[in-house]
Nanobody
Framework: QVQLVESGGGLVQAGGSLRLSCAAS????????MGWFRQAPGKEREFVAA????????YYTDSVKGRFTISRDNAKNTVYLQMNSLKPEDTAVYYC????????????????WGQGTQVTVSS
């Protein structure tokens, strides 16, 4: 069982940066792949990024490549999403997720979800 709590969202101007954090409970955090999703108003939830349990594998959706970086600190049971060069179209509720592999996170609904944190990018 994994419980996830996101933080770090807020309001930022276009071109700015934010770092999201996701704190996980449970002693098996390091065995899970982790990911970030987002859902904009009126749109479906979409995959953003995922990272393997070791941190050695990372995968991004095309629209954030080169701007967002996913990372993790297994000693702190935390996964991060560094978001740079933010655009108004990045505005969404961002969700942290966990499952056994990157492939599952990127292609199927992950097993565990956080409650979400709002990111708003003004133009």
């Amino acid at each position: 069982q994994v419980q996830l709590v996101e933080s770090g969202g807020g309001l930022v101007q276009a071109g700015g940066s934010l770092r999201l954090s996701c704190a996980a409970s449970g002693r098996t955090f390091s065995s899970y792949a982790m990911g970030w999703f987002r859902q904009a108003p009126g749109k479906e939830r979409e995959f953003v990024a995922a990272i393997s349990w070791s941190g050695g594998g990372r995968y991004y959706t095309d629209s954030v490549k080169g701007r967002f970086t996913i990372s993790r600190d297994n000693a702190k049971n935390t996964v991060y999403l560094q978001m740079n060069s933010l655009k108004p179209e990045d505005t969404a509720v961002y969700y942290c997720a966990a499952d056994s592999t990157i492939k599952i996170i990127a292609t199927m609904p992950p097993e565990y979800w956080g409650q979400g944190t709002q990111v708003t990018v003004s133009s």
